[in-house]
């Protein structure tokens, strides 16, 4: 190469090289990341020997490197005292490190020798470290001051370097690109490569809207050797790029970030694909990457056809812009939900192709937070989970209205201000008034109560007709499950009730209703323990004969609490009619429920020989009871507080 440059410049012609270094910058480029990850997996390894690790094998094929010892250098990596490693072909990678930079310096003096003197100083100060490490054990201080790119102190590090050169050489390409397809700069490409790129563009220029304004998604193509390779610079961290190539009908896509949960989110982008992903990062201990380092993942899909193939470039290009800013809205979602579930949003707004970018324009969380103190009468603190307050689901829908609002508000040239409005009304409606919000809830608890008496008879009648005691005791796992979800619904009374006026009404009526649930799910237990050979049929008959009671009671239960929401809105004599109507519906219940009771202790003390049997169809008809009782109580606190708001 040397000499060619040489000969080159006497013709007066060392710019027809040009191209030819900055591809081969490029491709050092990748190489020294292949290392820098082998010299992090290695001291990994060594740290944590019993955990499983990747030899990097597919990072070493797709940068180009042939050598397969170098897959050999993560297991055989050992500690070496207190702070060293015994890293196999230490000397070797060092050595590669210094000529793959050497490269990439190359095109930069080609074309300006003043400007690149600085890189070649900065190296040359550098590169001592590497010239004095050989087989001796590496200390890893050396691994942190090459790999590192940012130690905080700012001293200039081997890998601040590698992407200062590698800006540098980007913007050389961007000058060398002599088309431009579909928006991205090509040179030396053929013409199907032409076609491959545009594929590519095809996708960034769909979605490249929603990055609203932001930098990044510049692209540049080249033919290289017998590849054709693109990348993308994604935003703004000179670590996150993105490369694909494509040979015949093989893509590999490496991407390189310095956020591993986005790694993992890049490449769930991909699952309609059948891409194979290189998992070493994954296998590392997260803590150890936890530094300002990048991490590189390698993903290869063989494409059926052409088109196959041009389907997935215009896929993975629709999905970069997804990447900008993504940990930034993860954590302004953070302060509303739990971590994964941020994420779960974020994917659902790019399989939707909102993106979360305008959400970010629009003030992230201030926007939300700004919302919850209208439409709650108590502010909310900066920080404090929406879904203890909403609960999860609600909070999960508000949330991703609010970003495909954001979206498509500002993509639609939609006034900030009405944007705004919109999302404080929305969230309104899920809050309504503090009188409704909490009915809801108590009416969703009566619904749930309704479902474990249903169960609970059910019961009775498969243990009366069947004897399946398997059946039955699923059963009582699905009224345990019915009381957890009620349980819930109290704790989520109990949170809003922090932020509303007057929430006592509202928080005695759901704390009473949830003893009817208790109780219920506690027949439902007894009924477990009934033998299989029981065959007392008159006292089933009037175990059911009290549980149908029982389901009655609830059934009328949650139509005074849907009277009592309607009669609130309308102050209609109806409503009143119906609320009156389904509360003596309750009473009646319940004074029929006492009758059934004696009867039923009469025919157990007639028939029951077996005291074991006796003293459980006596608990079983006594928790049905109490919940006839409980019933009441509820329907009266209600009917009670409804004559004590028409007389204020």
């Given amino acids: 190469m040397t000499e060619k440059r040489e000969i080159l410049h006497e013709l007066g012609e060392e710019e027809l090289l040009l191209p030819a270094l900055v591809n081969a910058a490029l491709r050092a480029n990748d190489r020294i990341k292949y290392f820098f990850t082998l010299l992090q997996a290695a001291r990994s390894h060594a740290d944590n020997p019993g955990q499983s690790h990747s030899n990097l094998r597919a990072e070493r094929e797709s940068v180009g490197i042939t050598d397969p010892d170098f897959d050999t250098v993560v297991g055989g990596a050992t500690r070496a005292g207190q702070t060293g490693y015994a890293i196999p072909l230490a000397a070797s990678v060092f050595k590669e490190i210094s000529t793959a930079v050497e490269e990439m310096i190359a095109p930069l003096a080609s074309q300006d020798p003043a400007g690149a003197k600085t890189f070649e100083d900065r190296f040359a100060r550098l590169r001592t470290s590497l010239a004095s490490s050989g087989e001796e054990p590496v200390p890893g201080s050396l691994i942190n001051a090459i790999t590192i790119a940012d130690r905080g102190d700012g001293t200039d590090s081997l890998h601040q370097l590698v992407m200062d050169l590698h800006k540098a050489i980007n913007a050389l390409q961007a000058q060398l690109a002599n088309e431009d397809i579909d928006g991205a700069l090509g040179y030396l490409l053929t013409d199907p490569d032409r076609g491959m ?169 201030r926007l939300i937070y700004e919302a919850l103190e209208l439409a709650s009468s108590i502010p909310l603190r900066y920080g404090e989970p929406l879904h203890e307050i909403l609960g999860r689901e609600q909070t999960m829908e508000y949330l991703q209205f609010v970003i495909r609002t954001a979206s498509k508000g500002l993509l639609a040239g939609t006034s900030r201000f009405l944007l705004t409005n919109e999302i404080r009304a929305e969230l309104l409606r899920y809050f309504r008034t503090a009188h409704e919000g909490m009915m809801d809830l108590c009416e969703e608890h009566a619904s749930y109560t309704i479902e474990i008496a249903s169960i609970v008879l059910e019961s009775l009648w498969i243990a009366s007709d069947q004897h399946d005691s398997t059946a039955v005791s699923r059963n009582a796992s699905r009224s345990k499950e019915w009381e957890h979800k009620a349980d819930d619904l109290v704790n989520r009374m109990r949170n ?24 219920l799910e506690e027949s439902g237990f007894f009924i477990t323990l009934i033998p299989d050979h029981s065959d007392s049929k008159d006292i089933f008959f009037e175990l059911r004969n009290l549980s149908e009671l029982v389901l009655k009671g609830c059934r009328g239960y949650l139509k005074i609490l849907i009277a009592f929401q309607e009669f609130h809105r309308t102050s209609e004599r109806e409503d009143l009619k119906d609320l009156l109507t389904a509360v003596d519906e309750v009473f009646s219940v319940e004074r029929l429920s006492d009758e059934s009771l004696r009867r039923t202790e009469r025919v157990i003390f007639e028939q029951c020989a077996d005291f074991k049997e006796f003293q459980l169809y006596l608990e079983i008809a006594r928790t049905l009871e109490e919940a006839t009782n409980t019933l009441l109580k509820v329907a009266f606190h209600v009917r009670d507080n409804m004559i004590e708001s028409m007389n204020r």
């Fill in 197 to 365: 790129v545009r594929a590519f563009m095809a996708g960034i220029n769909r979605t490249a809207p929603l990055k609203f304004g932001h930098l990044g998604l510049a692209t540049i193509a080249t033919r290289s050797g017998d590849k054709l390779v693109i990348q993308n610079d994604i935003g703004l961290t000179d670590a996150h790029v993105l490369v694909v190539t494509v040979k015949d009908q093989t893509i590999t896509i490496t991407y390189t970030d310095i956020h591993l949960p986005r790694l993992h989110f890049f490449q769930s982008l991909f699952s309609s694909f059948p891409v194979q992903w290189s998992d070493t990062i994954s296998r590392t201990p997260e803590k150890k990457f936890e530094t300002p380092v990048y991490h590189l993942s390698v993903g290869t899909f063989a494409a059926r056809d052409e088109t196959d193939a041009r389907d997935f470039l215009t896929h993975a290009g629709s999905r970069i812009v997804f990447l900008i800013d993504w940990n930034r809205a993860r954590k302004k979602l953070r302060n509303f939900v739990p971590n994964a579930d941020a994420i779960d949003i974020l994917s659902r707004a790019a399989d939707e192709e909102t993106g979360h970018m305008a959400f970010l324009e629009l003030g992230g969380e």
């Fill in 496 to 519: 809003i009730s922090q932020r509303i006026q007057n929430p006592e009404f509202f928080i005695d009526l759901i704390a009473t209703a949830d003893d009817i649930a208790d109780y």
